[in-house]
C-alpha cells in the first residue's frame, strides 16, 4: 500500500531553533513531494514542494532536503518563531495520479517565545 | 481573489440520517477534490473531479458515499445513512490542471 511515514508526531522548539520534521516513503513512482501547514480550524496551505530531480529547495527559513537513494525529505524551519505553530504533513504524489496526494500522518509542531 | 468555501462548517447529525456538504472552488480551477480528515489521522483522498467528471472515485470508503459536481463548479458530498465512523472533518480543494492543491476549511462532521 503507498504510504508516507511521518516523524516526530509532536516537536517543541524554543524561538529562534530549528525545527526538523522527517518523512519516509516507499513508493518509488512518487515524484512530487510537498509540504502543508494547517493552522487549528483551517484546511492544509501548500508551504514548499520538491520533485526529485533536486537535493535541497529553500524558500525564506523553510528548506526541504530530499535524499532519493533513501527515500526520505526532511521539513526543516529555520529560526523556528511562535507564529509558526501549526500541524505540518508531508505528502507524496505518483507521476500517473499527480492529484491524488498521498498524506504523511502530521507533526504537531509548538514553538515556545 | 475567494478562496475555496465550504458550508456548513460544522454539522451534527445522528447515526443514520443523511448529509450533504457544499464545496464551491475558486472560479476557474477545473480540478476538485475531497479528502477526509479524521482525529489525529493525516488527510485521506475521497474523490477527484475533472470538470464535471469524477475519474478517481477510488477513496470513497463505501457505496454509502456519492458527490457530484455540476456546472464545472459547485460540489456536493453526499453521505447516506451516517455511522459514528463516518465523524471528520471533510476538506474539499480545487486547483487549475496539474497546480498546487487550494483547500478549504473543510466540514466538521459529528455523527451522535
Known amino acids: 500500500q503507498q504510504q508516507v511515514k511521518q516523524s516526530p508526531q509532536s516537536l517543541i522548539v524554543q524561538k529562534g531553533g530549528i525545527s526538523i520534521i522527517n518523512c519516509a516513503y516507499e513508493?518509488?513512482?512518487?515524484?512530487?513531494f510537498p509540504w502543508y501547514q494547517q493552522f487549528p480550524g483551517k484546511g492544509p496551505a501548500l508551504l514548499i514542494a520538491?520533485?526529485?530531480?533536486?537535493s535541497e529547495k529553500k524558500e525564506g527559513r523553510f528548506t526541504i532536503s530530499f535524499n532519493k537513494s533513501a527515500k526520505q525529505f526532511s521539513l526543516h524551519i529555520m529560526d523556528s518563531q511562535p507564529g509558526d505553530s501549526a500541524t505540518y504533513f508531508c505528502a507524496a504524489t505518483p507521476g500517473d495520479s499527480s492529484y491524488k496526494l498521498i498524506f504523511g500522518s502530521g507533526t504537531r509542531l509548538l514553538v515556545r517565545p | 481573489g475567494a478562496g475555496v468555501s465550504q458550508s456548513p462548517s460544522n454539522k451534527v447529525t445522528e447515526k443514520g440520517k443523511d448529509v450533504e456538504l457544499r464545496c464551491d472552488p475558486i472560479s476557474g480551477h477545473t480540478a476538485l477534490y475531497w479528502y477526509r480528515q479524521s482525529l489525529g489521522q493525516g488527510l485521506e483522498f475521497l474523490i477527484y473531479?475533472?470538470?464535471?467528471?469524477?475519474?478517481?472515485k477510488s477513496g470513497l470508503p463505501s457505496d454509502r458515499f456519492s458527490a457530484e459536481r455540476t456546472g464545472g463548479s459547485v460540489s456536493t458530498l453526499t453521505i447516506q445513512r451516517t455511522q459514528q465512523e463516518d465523524s471528520a472533518v471533510y476538506l474539499c480543494?480545487?486547483?487549475?490542471?496539474?497546480?498546487?492543491?487550494?483547500f478549504g476549511n473543510g466540514t466538521r462532521l459529528t455523527v451522535t
Open positions: 480543494a480545487s486547483s487549475p490542471a496539474n497546480s498546487p492543491l487550494h
Open positions: 520538491i520533485r526529485p530531480d533536486v
Open positions: 473531479f475533472q470538470g464535471n467528471s469524477a475519474p478517481d
Open positions: 513508493n518509488t513512482a512518487f515524484d512530487y
